[in-house]
């Protein structure tokens, strides 16, 4: 498996200089950013990420990643969100998930509600 990742920092839209520190900890990354922050100043952090599997039959998973890492970075985080939306609004469209389960939970309160109503209309008739 071959993962990409990019870290941006920009200062009023604007590519602005930042420290990265990563390490390894085996089975945990971290990645820690240090900018020299200004007061009233607007920061904003764009990070890209990719995951290349070996079941996408590509010859080199590192060359891969990084090829797909910069096409992220050229179609830019707007455009990669509003991908990503469509394409699981896709996905629940064609899955057609019904939520049964609430449906029977509301219809069984209901017929707990209409039986205590009775209940409560029986007793109150002795």
Known sequence: MGIASSTEVLLD???CYFNRFVK???SVITEN?????KEGKSY????LSVL???RENVEDIFKSSIS???RAKELGVERLLS???EEYDKLWDAAKVEVIVMRLQIE???LMFSIYLVWQIQKMNM
Request: glycine share 4%.
């Open 13 to 15: 839209s604007q590519k």
């Open 24 to 26: 390894d900890l085996g």
């Open 33 to 37: 950013l240090e900018v020299e922050a």
């Open 44 to 47: 904003e952090i764009v990070k």
């Open 52 to 54: 290349v599997s070996s």
């Open 68 to 70: 797909k890492l910069e």
């Open 83 to 85: 991908e990503h939306i």
């Open 108 to 110: 069984v309160l209901n």
